[in-house]
């Protein structure tokens, strides 16, 4: 709670915390947007693959191009401008303290993160696709490097993270935590031609507003709620579901009667899960009080011991919303504000040298589902695309499945038929052996879970 005030300290000093951002996207903007109003920070450059690009997204949130940028890095320095570059690996090399990846790539953002923490810096990772494709993996170098690698606040795993951490931190079990979206069953199979249908938009609408049909439609498909649910699992033990998201439809009120154990009435296979709440009923109709944009975290008191039936008291006598026995209750946030909170990321790195959110195990994986029959000589195309969608999987049925990650089904050939709604396997992809996958290959190596063993 005083992270302000060492910001404002570090300003006084005149001494920023020094940033690199990679990537100049939407969320990036967000963030730009913020940055300049935040005391004790710096950007000192803004790296994309189009220079123009970043210019213009510095110039959308409010910079005066004329007088705020730098020539390069040195004078972004000793200016207090910041420089715009197409040199990615010059932004990590430069005097930064925390590199943020933006990009959106996982073999880019891996790349980064592995440069940065070469070079001693921390890491703010908003791909959250490259930590779900090797995070146990990347957090680990961080901290043999001795710098930070963190989920990114504002984006719904960091703050499912800080919420799981809270309840535990107050003495609650965590029953379940996730997120909300907008969802149905048959969305699965969208496609980037049928993306915007389903959010009331024209294509030329949507281009306008420079929303990009693919991303868009891994949002609706279900593969980023997916991803999004792994690196929760990953970073806070929380177990995914075995046969993938139910997406229940939930309104905030309804989360402690819903997302709790079958035997107590609700919907999940046990306790300690992670899932998505629809803001959607199955027939298209909108949920009371809906999660679409907001975060969740339910808990229990217990039901064993004087103690638990005092907890559940107190939730009774404080107005909390429980389930009908008073054992289950939950917190939720009906939003997540992107890319304007991810200075929180930044200064717990820099000033408390601590993570918002990071993997500590091989927990979860997500799975490339084939979204229609696929044929040998059919390239993949990856998240949101035509050919595939991403399911959430237990790590260790991941791998006795050789399920082909999602992060890596992209722009590889099909080598055997796989049927509509199959798990596209290793087996069935002509897949390169470059540095990504190696480096993928080597995380699964070192953090496949610990087969059990009989008492």
Known sequence: MNLARMLKVRAAEHRPIRVGVIGAGKFSSMFLAQVRTTPGMHLVALADLSAERAKKALAATGWDIATQIAKDFSDALQSGRTAITEDTHALIDSDVEVVIDITGSPAAAIRHCLRAFDRKKHVVNVTVEADVLAGPLLAARAKQAGVVYALAYGDQPSLVCEMVDWAEAC???????????????????????????????????????????????????????????????????????????????????????????????????????????????????????????????????????????YTRNCFREYGMATDKAGRYCALYRPYHMIGLELGISVANAALRKEATGTPDSFRADVAAIAKKALAPGDTLDGEGGFTVWGKILRAEDSLTHGALPIGLAHRVKITNPVAEGAIVRWSDVAMPDDDIVRFRKEMEKNFAPKAKTAA
């Open 171 to 309: 003495g609650f079990r965590v029953v379940s935590a996730g997120k909300g979206t907008k969802y149905l069953p048959q969305y699965v199979r969208s496609t980037p031609d049928t993306v915007w249908d389903h959010y009331g938009l024209t294509a030329e609408q949507a281009a306008s507003a420079g929303m990009n049909s693919q991303m868009f439609n891994s949002f609706l498909d279900g593969t980023k709620s997916a991803i999004e649910m792994a690196a929760i699992s990953n970073a806070t033990g929380l177990k995914a579901p075995r046969n993938g998201l139910l997406f229940p439809p939930c309104g905030a009120e309804e989360l402690p009667q819903l997302l709790i154990p079958k035997a107590d009435g609700g919907v999940l296979e046990g306790t300690g899960m992670v899932e998505v709440v629809s803001s959607l009923q199955r027939d298209g109709k909108n949920v009371a009080r809906d999660l679409r944009w907001g975060v969740y975290v339910v808990f229990e008191a217990g039901s064993d011991d004087a103690r638990a039936a």
